[in-house]
C-alpha cells in the first residue's frame, strides 16, 4: 500500500521558516515526479510546488516562488519542502502528493496529474 506522510508543519511568526517533509512507502517514487499542495480553510486546494524525478527542475507558484525551496532525497524517498519568509496567507494544510507515471515532463501542477496523496500537515503563521 502507497503511503506519503508529511511532518514538520507548526506555528510559526510571520517572516519565520518551517521545513516540511515527506516520507513515501510502499512504493519507490524516484522516477517520479512530487508535489506540493495547499488548501485554506474555505479555499479550494491549490499547488504550491513540484519537482522532477531527477530534482533537476523545479516549479512554483507564483505566490511562494522566492520563498519556498523544494528538493528531494531519492536515495531515502523523502521530498522536502522549505519555507522561508512566511507569511500569514500562508496559512493551510499542506499535502505531499506523487505521480504514478514516471519520467513525466512537463512536471504536473495541477490536481489530476497526481495520483498519491498524504494526509497533509497543518501550517499556522500568525501576524
Known amino acids: 500500500q502507497v503511503q506519503l506522510a508529511e511532518s514538520g508543519g507548526g506555528l510559526v511568526q510571520a517572516g519565520g521558516s518551517l521545513r516540511l517533509s515527506c516520507a513515501a512507502s510502499?512504493?519507490?517514487?524516484?522516477?517520479?515526479?512530487m508535489g506540493w499542495f495547499r488548501q485554506a480553510p474555505g479555499k479550494e486546494r491549490e499547488f504550491a510546488a513540484a519537482?522532477?524525478?531527477?530534482?533537476?527542475?523545479?516549479y512554483y507558484a507564483d505566490s511562494v516562488k522566492g520563498r519556498f525551496t523544494i528538493s528531494r532525497d531519492n536515495a531515502k524517498n523523502l521530498v522536502y519542502l522549505q519555507m522561508d519568509s512566511l507569511k500569514p496567507e500562508d496559512t493551510a494544510v499542506y499535502y505531499c502528493?506523487?505521480?504514478?507515471?514516471?519520467?513525466?515532463?512537463?512536471?504536473?501542477?495541477?490536481?489530476?496529474?497526481?495520483?498519491?496523496w498524504g494526509q497533509g500537515t497543518q501550517v499556522t503563521v500568525s501576524s
Open positions: 510502499g512504493r519507490t517514487f524516484s522516477s517520479c515526479a
Open positions: 502528493a506523487g505521480d504514478r507515471t514516471p519520467y513525466r515532463l512537463p512536471v504536473g501542477v495541477t490536481r489530476r496529474d497526481y495520483n498519491y
Open positions: 519537482i522532477s524525478w531527477s530534482g533537476g527542475s523545479t
